[in-house]
């Protein structure tokens, strides 16, 4: 069994920053695509950005691309450093696996093919 749990979120300012991290345990994640989601009240939870599980491919939600940035910091940790925030980046955002021994991840990412997720962390762009 994974466990994931995400830190980092926050209230930051328009223009912002914010890194995220999510740190799994109970095995290795070798061969496991990790990715991040969102979700606001009210509506379905949202791609965001995915890692294959040796770092060599990623993939992005057409509305965080130039602004987030998703790494691996070793096979268990995944990073999401999020830059020039906007206002309906607003949202909880979720770390999760699945199994994959591809080092390439292609086009969005749904969240029904992932089946280890954390808790959720808020993230609130304001002024």
């Known amino acids: 069994q994974v466990q994931l749990v995400e830190s980092g979120g926050g209230l930051v300012q328009p223009g912002g920053s914010l890194r995220l991290s999510c740190a799994a345990s109970?095995?290795?994640?070798?061969?496991?695509?990790m990715g991040w989601f969102r979700q606001t009240p009210g509506k379905e939870r949202e791609f965001v950005a995915a890692?294959?599980?040796?770092?060599?491919?990623t993939v992005y939600a057409d509305s965080v691309k130039g602004r987030f940035t998703i790494s691996r910091d070793n096979v268990n940790t995944v990073a999401l450093q999020m830059n020039s925030l906007k206002p309906e980046d607003t949202a909880d955002y979720y770390c999760?696996?699945?199994?994959?021994?591809?080092?390439?991840?292609?086009?969005?990412?749904?969240?029904?093919?992932?089946?280890?997720w954390g808790q959720g962390t808020q993230v609130t762009v304001s002024s």
């Open positions: 999760a696996a699945r199994w994959s021994p591809s080092t390439i991840v292609l086009g969005r990412q749904s969240p029904a093919d992932f089946d280890s």
């Open positions: 109970g095995r290795t994640l070798r061969n496991y695509v």
């Open positions: 890692i294959a599980w040796n770092g060599g491919g």
